[in-house]
């Protein structure tokens, strides 16, 4: 189920226990055949701060499939090693 955010950006889910929020849509990474997109967003699990989130999306973000979050720090991190 999707619902739209009090702010009128990004999206509120709730999935069973788990409720996200995805705060900021920051790219997309790749798409497949299928239409599903490989994204970095920032999303809030559970009302927790946003952490950076690199996971596969549905068109429509209906469904996701398993990711990797990362806090600012382990972003950061990340970046260097990129570098």
Known sequence: ???N????????YNMADIT???VEELGVLSTSAKGWTKELNLVSWN??????DIREWSPG?????KGLTFSEEEMDALYKLLK
Do not use: V
């Open 1 to 3: 189920m999707r619902l």
């Open 5 to 12: 955010n009090e702010r009128g950006k990004g999206w509120k």
């Open 20 to 22: 996200f929020e995805i």
């Open 47 to 52: 009302g927790r701060p946003p952490k950076y």
């Open 61 to 65: 973000h209906e469904k996701m499939g």
